[in-house]
T-cell receptor, first 113, second 114 residues
């Protein structure tokens, strides 16, 4: 079946540090991949997406590249800020799975100044 | 643009009571989703609608849960009777089209059943 696996958190970094959050997936067919972010007390917001192999999604300094050969979609940012502290979710959809998103369990990021 | 609007933001009630959660999707979106978020189980899809018709309700945990979408601008998720294990944050999301279109989430309803 379709599934998403994220690295366990929490991830604790100092401001301006480099961030990587690992995400791997299992899917039939050709899924679309997403990163969502959830700030405290809020709903999820789309951070970036990629719809085919080798696509790179980017937004607000975050990037992720759709790697079909390694079935991965790792999230990276070169220099994190305190305001990036949130929970990050990797997710996929595929035509075979229908329209619904399949989420990973989320990774909590805490950035200190 | 107005986003997905959920009400109430917080609900505290005693077990056995009926609970109704409400959602107004983004105008023009044809898909609506209900999710539940808990620490133990993460984000779970409960049910989703396309053009007001329920498509997949396999995530609805029990017959105590029901969802309706009487028109394109309103949906409800009802729990009757409620139990303490139903305590969670419930999210509504909407999207336009299938597949790679992003879903837009409301701010959620934090439900506590005592």
């Amino acid at each position: 079946g379709n599934s998403v696996t994220q690295m366990e958190g929490p991830v604790t970094l100092s401001e301006e540090a480099f961030l990587t959050i690992n995400c791997t997936y299992t899917a039939t067919g050709y899924p679309s991949l997403f990163w969502y972010v959830q700030y405290p007390g809020e709903g999820l917001q789309l951070l970036l997406k990629a719809t085919k192999a080798d696509d790179k999604g980017s937004n607000k300094g975050f990037e992720a590249t759709y790697r079909k050969e390694t079935t991965s979609f790792h999230l990276e940012k070169g220099s994190v800020q305190v305001s990036d502290s949130a929970v990050y979710f990797c997710a996929l959809t595929s035509r075979q799975a229908g329209t619904a998103l399949i989420f990973g369990k989320g990774t909590t990021l805490s950035v200190s100044s | 643009d107005a986003g997905v609007i959920q009400s109430p933001r917080h609900e505290v009630t005693e077990m056995g009571q009926e609970v109704t959660l409400r959602c107004k999707p983004i105008s023009g979106h044809d898909y609506l989703f209900w999710y539940r978020q808990t620490m133990m189980r993460g984000l779970e899809l409960l049910i989703y609608f396309n053009n007001n018709v329920p498509i997949d309700d396999s995530g609805m945990p029990e017959d105590r849960f029901s969802a309706k979408m009487p028109n394109a601008s309103f949906s409800t998720l009802k729990i009757q009777p409620s139990e303490p294990r139903d305590s969670a944050v419930y999210f509504c999301a909407s999207s336009f089209g299938r597949g790679n279109q992003p879903q837009h989430f409301g701010d959620g309803t934090r439900l506590s059943i005592l």
